[in-house]
């Protein structure tokens, strides 16, 4: 008798290009659903950082860009944006059939094409809580990606949290001052609201469970609501009370706007960004 079982597709083998935060956010998350670590590939030039790939993936990443390089479908570049075009340089080479994925911060998918000599690129930006699972990154794709390209990239996003996609790159500048570098802002504030609580003579634990658990619950409130923040507002708002207080004195200060200009010096980082490291040929 014949056998007419036929062995299930292999997953699609990925190769990460950096070692570091983003790419262990990810790897993290693909290893989580199942996707093999044979099926994964690094290029990283730090000895520590390869050892912690191994000691927490089990993968042993290469220390430069080699044939392995080859069977990859998906090439993640989880560089620094100064970093990107000499190591794009030393692999191009080595990946001339597969799609790639960026998630440095700036840099164009114009500057990309021409590092890469390949137009099949897809921009991404994350941000740090795709390391516990509820990121969220923002995915623009350059023409030549098709709807194929695209699902696998959504396939290896959704493992860190949610995604959405934009129409124009420009837009990912806003991404990445609002949710890429956004994680900074609330640590910030969960920082002031710490000193505070201690300030008023809590402890320094106590003051920190205190905040996170705000943050927590009042996102986790936002999210689950039909109501829009400013309604959210009012409701914890007594009339003379305590947060008419605390508000007042943040409206009186200017902070919100404030708040907004630092965003917006954000996104221009992020122009600037492509024009020290996108613009050289
Ligand atoms: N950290 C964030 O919050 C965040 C959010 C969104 C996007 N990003 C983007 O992700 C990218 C990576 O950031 P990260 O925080 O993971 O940085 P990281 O420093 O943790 O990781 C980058 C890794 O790249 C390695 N590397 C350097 N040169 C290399 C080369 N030529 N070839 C291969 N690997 C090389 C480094 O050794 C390092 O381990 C950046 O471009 C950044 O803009 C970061």
């Not at 837009?171 to 504030?189: K, R």
Request: net charge neutral.
């Amino acid at each position: 008798m014949t056998d007419t079982r036929t062995a299930p597709p292999q997953p699609p083998c990925i190769a990460f290009i950096g070692g570091g935060n983003m790419a262990s956010a990810l790897i993290g998350g693909l290893l989580g659903r199942g996707h093999p670590a044979s099926q994964i590939e690094v290029v990283e030039p730090w000895d520590s950082a390869r050892d912690a790939l191994r000691q927490r993936f089990g993968i042993d990443a290469q220390a430069h860009a080699g044939a392995p390089l080859a069977r990859a479908q998906l090439v993640v570049w989880a560089v620094k944006p100064q970093a990107f075009q000499d190591a794009a340089q030393a692999t191009a080479a080595q990946v001339p059939q597969a799609l790639h994925l960026s998630v440095a911060a700036g840099i164009p998918t114009a500057s990309i094409a021409r590092w890469l000599g390949s137009e099949r690129i897809v921009r991404a930006m994350p941000n740090t809580p795709a390391l516990v699972g509820k990121g969220i990154t923002g995915l623009f794709a350059a023409r030549a990606v098709d709807a194929q390209g695209r699902a696998l990239v959504e396939r290896v996003i959704a493992t860190t949290g949610q995604l959405v996609w934009v129409d124009a790159e420009e837009q990912l500048d806003a991404v990445t001052a609002l949710s890429g570098s956004g994680p900074a802002y609330v640590f910030l504030f969960l920082q002031a609201m710490q000193q505070a609580g201690q300030d008023m003579g809590l402890s320094a634990a106590q003051a920190y469970q205190l905040a996170v658990a705000t943050f927590q619950g009042a996102a986790e409130l936002a999210a689950r609501s039909d109501e829009g923040p400013e309604v959210l507002r009012q409701r914890v708002t007594s009339k003379g009370g305590t947060t008419h207080a605390a508000i007042t004195h943040m409206q009186q200060q200017r902070i919100p706007e404030h708040f907004i200009a630092a965003m917006r010096a954000a996104e221009r980082r992020a122009r600037e960004l492509a024009q020290e490291f996108g613009a050289t040929p």
